[in-house]
């Protein structure tokens, strides 16, 4: 279709440090009510954003999430971004 986004980035969810002056943290609540305006444009969380949290992330009904500064910090990468799965 054309003129539509194939997605939306939506964040920052949680605090940040991957930007020098992030926005304003929206939430859990934030990104459920992005996801509910998105009109069927799937929408990506970013921003904070933890193995923790990815399970509520998925239930907000985001489609996928970006986990720079957990996946960057650790020593085995590859298994950390193993964490960030949606549940089955």
């Given amino acids: 279709m054309r003129g539509r986004a194939d ?18 943290v929206q939430g859990i609540a ?7 305006v998105a009109a069927g444009v ?3 969380a970013i921003g904070g954003i933890t193995a923790r949290a990815a399970r509520d992330i998925y239930r907000s009904g985001a489609q996928a999430l ?8 650790t ?3 590859r298994t ?3 964490q960030f799965q949606p549940p089955v």
């Fill in 7 to 24: 997605y939306l980035g939506f964040g920052p969810v949680f605090q940040t440090v991957t930007k020098e002056r992030p926005d304003p």
């Fill in 80 to 82: 950390t971004a193993g």
């Fill in 42 to 44: 799937p929408v990506v």
């Fill in 66 to 73: 970006c986990a720079i500064s957990a996946v960057n910090a």
């Fill in 75 to 77: 020593r085995d990468p």
């Fill in 30 to 36: 934030g990104l459920a009510a992005a996801v509910a």
